[in-house]
Every structure is written in C-alpha cells, then in structure tokens.
C-alpha cells in the first residue's frame, strides 16, 4: 500500500498555512503602524520639552535693562510684547565661551507661517539688522498668543504704561495649538526690580 497525501489534505493544508500568514503579516503591520505613531509622538513630546526648555530658560534668566533698536533709540521697554505681530523681546543673560562679549543678549520670539522661530543678537543693543542667528522653536503650529500678567490681570500686549515699562511682567502665558491640540505654558520671570533711569 503507498503511504502518501492526498489532494485534499494538500489542499487544506495550503489553505491553512495561507491563514497562519496572514493573520501573522496583519499583526506585524499592525504592529509597525503602532511604533509609528508612538515614535511620532515622542519626537514631538521631545520637540516640546526642548522648546519648552529654551523659552523657560530664556525667560528665567531675563534681565531688567533697556535695548536700542537699530536707530540707537531706546525701545518701548525693557521687556516688549507685541500682540499683533505675534513676538516678545527682552534681554537675557547666556552663557558664551567669549570673554570679549557680554553675556547679555537680546531674544525674539516670532511667529510667521506656522512655526515660532527664536532669533538671538550677539548684544543686548544690535546696532546691525542682520546681527543675529535664528532657529525654528515648534513647527507647524497655529493660533498662537502670548499674554501677560500685571497685578494680579492678563494683558494682551507689553509694556501696558510708564510703570510697567521699566518692568518684566510677573507670569508670561503662551498658547499654541499643535495638530488640534491645545497647549500652554506659564512661565515666572525671575528679575521683578523697577528699572530706574
């Protein structure tokens, strides 16, 4: 008597090892969607805590003096926040490796075609236009606002008078949307001292 498969049994066996391959290549494709997306999300998680990480540092580190604009005039404040462009500049203390520069230097945060940049002069007082080199922040973000906090009330735009002129608000709040989702951050200056000219 030959011993052997028969068409049948072929048959369902094929069709059974068809099924194990294909319920095994769903679950890797599911599987690879899934590390997409969370690496996705933990390059962005990643973005915002460095974004993050700057602008707090930058803004804990602030410094309470005037800057000139190119002109040499003195600008509006020692801290300036302008509602309709979008941006915030003052001046903070970074570290530089140079002796021969002071480690005051002036910061724009600004907001143009969907991304917040950060520019940083090489002084408190730029005397040239392009005297500064400029990084992207967060990109691909929308409705962006930065208020600020004066006894005890936000404000849309900085300085709000001659007082607050010669100051640094006491909270800075910056709202962004990302992707749908909706962010903000507070962040406490710490240098509250009264200019005096």
Same mark, same amino acid.
């Not at 936000?154 to 608000?169: A, L, M």
């Given at each position: 008597m030959n011993k052997g498969f028969t068409l049948i049994e072929i048959i369902i066996s094929l069709i059974i090892l068809s099924l194990i391959l294909l319920i095994s290549s769903n679950i890797l494709s599911s599987a690879l969607n899934y590390q997409s997306s969370t690496n996705l999300k933990l390059k962005n998680i990643n973005e915002l805590n460095l974004a993050s990480t700057i602008l707090r540092r930058d803004l804990r580190q602030a410094v309470n003096i005037p800057s000139r604009d190119f002109f040499g005039n003195f600008e509006a404040g020692t801290f300036n926040g302008n509602y309709t462009n979008k941006s915030i500049s003052f001046n903070t203390f970074i570290n530089d490796i140079s002796i021969n520069t002071s480690s005051v230097k002036k910061v724009l945060y600004y907001f143009n075609d969907n991304n917040l940049y950060r520019r940083q002069y090489f002084s408190s007082s730029p005397f040239k236009n392009d005297d500064y080199f400029e990084s992207i922040l967060l990109e691909n973000i929308s409705d962006v606002n930065f208020t600020?906090?004066?006894?005890?009330?936000?404000?849309? !735009?900085?300085? &709000?008078?001659?007082?607050? !002129?010669?100051? &640094?608000?006491?909270?800075v709040r910056i709202d962004f949307k990302i992707n749908n989702n909706d962010y903000y951050w507070i962040i406490e200056p710490d240098i509250q001292n009264v200019y005096q000219k």
């Open positions: 600020y906090m004066h006894e005890r009330r936000w404000h849309n !735009s900085w300085p &709000i008078g001659e007082i607050s !002129s010669r100051k &640094i608000p006491t909270l």
